[in-house]
């Protein structure tokens, strides 16, 4: 057997440059987000999605269940299509009430586990489920189109092109629970199997279904088909807010891992010195392709209609670079990718990040398979016994950005992070305005590591100074991860009045695979996911929609 030898690739880029909050906000979908990691390995399986269930009235209310084998497994969405008095219809957490409520349900369901799931998952939270269901999820009906649709296919007309162009999507979930919640199968129980092993595979294979099931039940209620290139646009919305966001900060190794990953495969095609045939006209095409999706990436929140304008123009001039005869030349020559990176310097964090996410997109020989390093399997590490000047120097070298601030500015520590007793949801409260700071969550690491390196003696055994000062475990421990994990930690102030937790919802929801971000606040966000995925029936076209354009 030969040695595995990896591909050469380049220097990383720095975690102080790429972990800034500012920039994990500018992140885009790239062929490694989940959805994409999913999708082709449905269609390397040749994977055939069945609906064994369809109890349905004439108006699209009562129950169905679709299925779909992966990795050797069978997996079950069981749909619940109810009647909402829409004096009840919100994509708030506080909803007790839905259009629709599913479940990933390990097989295929029998009969009386199927009565069981219709009586209790319209609750939600309020029913208890059991280890055979993987994922719960509902979502409402974007009813103006939802409307639209159905009249049109009754009227035997296809719907207003437009109409479909701005909405793109004809339910949105408001929440896509997995790993345990009300009863559910924990992660563990299904970490193993192919196919689910990696980060939110269950929970991405539920929206998929999700979005299947959408077009079955329009064209259901419809009476007539929907042009394949309509259903392909109409994905899935999701709306997302506080709830997500500490994630990334209670995760600091699945963080490390993805942000790892996706830099590995950036420095993978950097250090290709000869580009292989046909990959400058698939960038030059890309390019493109992106920049239409920017043209149909309208929101009325001003400050991200302002940032899209700005990429918009920003865009325009990667389109000219590699439309014009200096790309060709760069094209012909070693290293052309660092030359296309080039053109982004100086142009803002958005239009880098785009064009390192369309970079990595046409190169799947070089990265596809990446992805089986994004989970973590293990947690974070525990806190090894060191000397405390090891700790200290650690803390020089990688948390100068945590240090230099003054945490009892009133600036610094305006804000706190708490979870509402309601619905036991994060939130984020002023510690100026509001009570509650007693009960504030530790997301505050940055200050944590700075109160930790003023009382750290310059010498000395870390654990007999943990004994005294047990307040500081858990920064020493953020101390050593990072020093083993170098993108583990988002390097800012989280509970500044400059933090923005639509950053790092952007982030994760574009490793889901999320497109055309709409924040209505700086607190939370509507996307579409499964936007130019492949139907059920087109899983061989599983891998080019990377920023779907309409018709595309």
Known sequence: MKDFAPPPQAKLRPASDVMSLRRLGASFPTRLSFLRTLLRRLSIENATVTCPVWEMSTDGYGHAVISVPLGGHVYSLVAVSTELDPDARTDRVIATAWDTAFVLYDGIPSQPEIDRI?????????????????????????VRLWSHVVERLQAGLQPDEQMVRETGYLMRTTAVYGNGKFGIADRADITERDGLSGPFQAEMLTVWLIRHFTHLLVEHVGQAPLDAHLKRHLGIGNSTGLGMAPFLVTHPVLLNNWIMVRETALARIRALEDLPRGAAVTLQNLAKRAAKHLSEWIVPDAVAAARISTLQAEWAEIVGYLNSEAWHEAAQNP???????????????????????MIIEPFGDLVDGLEECMADPFGPPRLAPCDTSELHALINRDWAWATARDYNARDECAQFWYISEEKLEPRLGNRHEEDGADLESPLDIARRVAALAKDLPASGSLTAFLATHPEHRFAAERVQCLDKHPYSEIRDNLIGDTCLPIDMLRCKLSFFGASKFDPKSDR??????CQGAPLANELSAA??????????
Request: hydrophobic share 45%; charged share 20%.
């Open 335 to 357: 290293f052309p990718i660092e030359a296309l990176l080039q053109q982004a310097e100086g142009l803002s964090e958005d239009a880098q990040e785009l064009l390192c996410a």
């Open 118 to 142: 219709v009586a209790t998952a319209p609750h939600q939270e309020a029913s208890r489920f059991t280890a055979s269901d993987l994922v719960l999820s509902r979502a409402n009906k974007s």
């Open 543 to 552: 891998d080019d929609w990377w920023l779907p354009t309409f018709g595309s």
């Open 524 to 529: 939370w966000t509507r996307v579409t996911l």
